[in-house]
C-alpha cells in the first residue's frame, strides 16, 4: 500500500517568490518564473522546433513544483502552428500542492495572460492528492498531463514511456539529494526515446558524475538570470 502524500505547504519570500519551508529552496528564479522555463528547458531542449512536424512529443519531468514549466510548454505548444500532434507532459512530484495553493502561487508568479487562461484549466482539472498517477487532457486530447505523485525513486521504475526531451527540475542537489542520485539517472536512461535530450538549471559536480554514468553526454552553457552555467544534453543513440 502507497503511503500517503504529504502535500507542499506554499510559502513566499519577501520579493514574492514561493519557496518550500521544507526544503528550504525556491520553486523558481528571482528573476522570474516563465522567463526561466523558457530559457532553461524549452530552449534548452531544442523546443518548440524538436517537435514540430512530429505525431507525438513526449516530456518526462523531475519535479512538478508549482507547475510553470508544464504551463509554459503547453503556452508554446499553442503558439506554434507546426506543433506536434500530441504533447504528452509526465511529472513527477513527492508532494503535490492543494489547487488552492497552486493558485495563491499563481496569483504572485503569473504575469503573462495567456499563461494565467491555461493555469485556470489546469487549476480546474487539477486532481485529489493521492499517490499514484493522474491523467488529465486538455486540447480535445491533444495534450495529456500525466501528474505522477510520490517519489521518484519508486516511481521511475514503473514508467512505461520513450522521453524525447527531460526536464531535470528538482530541488538544488544540496537540497534535495535523493531525485538527483546515480539510480534515479540509470531510471531516466531507460525511459529515453531516441534522440532524447535534457536540461536542468544546477550544474553540480555529482549531477554530472551521475549522468555521465547514466549513460548520459551533457555539455555547459551559460545559466539563467545570475546563475553563472547550466547544463544540456542528449541520451546518444544505443
Known sequence: MADPLVPATVAFRADGTPYSPLYGDIYHSAVGALAQARYVFLQGNGLPERWQGRRAFTVLETGFGIGINFLTTWAAWRGDSAHCEHLHFVSIE???????DLRRAYATTVDDDTVATLAERLLTAWPTLSPGVHSLEFEGGNVTLTLVFGDA??????????ADAFYLDGFAPAKNPELWTPAIFKSLAGLAGEGATFSTYTSAGDVKRAL??????Y????????????????????
Not at 94 to 100: E, I, L, V
Not at 212 to 217: H, Q, T, V
Not at 220 to 233: P, Q, S
Open 212 to 217: 555521465l554514468e547514466a549513460g548520459f553526454e
Open 94 to 100: 513527492k508532494h503535490p500542492f492543494s489547487a488552492d
Open 153 to 162: 525513486a519508486d516511481r521511475l521504475p514503473a514508467l512505461q514511456l520513450h
Open 219 to 238: 555539455r555547459k552553457v551559460a545559466g539563467f538570470g545570475w546563475k553563472r552555467a547550466m547544463l544540456v544534453g542528449r541520451f546518444p543513440p544505443r
